[in-house]
């Protein structure tokens, strides 16, 4: 039997806060004119200080999972696109399925760059196609306000903050995820990159005084790049689905530039008509555009059912990817009703009460542990006694010369080593 990952549920999720084009003009160099001409851009949503990755995710997530009509219960695995992270550790991922109490959910987070949300698709789907999950919960969200360096003009105005989120669910009846294409290209990595606080470059004073934990971009390689591979991706993703280029209903494309996604649509010879485009509202938000972008289309009557839509990206690694997906479901889809909601509301908040509670049993238990577990108390086993078997003749290990820093070659220490330890640094002493 074929099984099928349908998307079944989608949700987005945008920080209130607006900034335009002529807001950042007042703190930078730079023009409403130039960012629109160059990219098309006109503001971005930006996180408050209360909200983070795991916060706009949860949202998505939220509304995904209700729009499918799927408890939080009944997911397989949780999966997060960004390199906008909470923390390095924990993963985006267990966070926000501990928010959702999906409590029977696996959860891990994927950066492929602007790519990531096509990169966890693809594996989203895979695992469905495979039988190891029946539903699956992809969410691409980023707080890029927190890694753009606000003093650089040619990156600052590009990024904003959001999150978008689908729910995948096995189904037999062909459909879904067609095809997925995915490439990387890491000699091109330094185009746009983080160079500070992985372990090539850990976070000192100095990595931070010099601006090293913030996006730094060849925007002209990175442009070029895109104009490359964006249409021969979703190409080779619409023959692989076996779907003609003609057959393509809705192009959906990373929300990074108009000018790049213009050509892309060139390329494949596709009417302005069928391609979707709302960077004008959001700039990139990297992982969340594509899915932020198709929940505005549904929103705008733009999707139907049995339609094909194709969605690429590409970004940092450099990566890039497209697949396409059969719409299978009716819109616009119906508002649940108010109690509904309200059952809703109160699960989510039972969640947290839940995840409170197995906070402080892990304290409880942590406490006990310390007091019940005392170090053993250590008694020296006796010597055997050498039995009288006969003598041996016992073969004297080669003598081994001294390395020059007096420790044995064989990189053993002798006995003599302990004088010849180096002396203390000052900041030892
Ligand atoms: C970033 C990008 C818009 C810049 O456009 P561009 O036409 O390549 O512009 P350049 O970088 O060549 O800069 C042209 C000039 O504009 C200036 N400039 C850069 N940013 C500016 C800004 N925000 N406002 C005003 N001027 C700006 C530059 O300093 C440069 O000035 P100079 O000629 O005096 O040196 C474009 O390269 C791009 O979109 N690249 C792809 C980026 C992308 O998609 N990244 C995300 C990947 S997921």
Redesign the pocket.
Known sequence: MDLYAHIVGWGMYAPETVVTNND?AKI????DA??RS??GIRERHIANEKESTVTLATRAAKEALDRARIRPAAVDLVIVATFTPDYVLPSTASLVQNELGARHAGAFDVNA??TGFIYALSMASAMIEAGHAEVVVVVGAETLSRVVDWQD??????FGDGAGAVVLQAGEDPGGVLSTVLGSDGAGGNH?IIPGGGSRLPATPQTVADRQHFIK?N??E??KF?TRVMGRAAKEAVEKGNVRLEDIDLFIP?Q??A??IKSAAKYLKLNPDKVYQNLQKYG?T?SASIPIALCEAIAEGRVKDNDNLVLVG???GLTWGATVVKWGLPVPYQQRQWWYRALRSMHYRWAKIVAKIGWLLRVLESRMAHRLLRPLEYEPEPEPEAPDAPAVETIAPPEVPPGANGRASNGHASNGDAAKLPEPTIEQK
């Open positions: 950042l930078i160099n730079t023009s130039w960012i160059r990219t760059g602007c003009r040619a990156t600052c105005v590009l746009l971009m925007g002209p990175v442009f895109a990373h990074a530039n000018r790049i990139n990297s590409f970004g940092a």
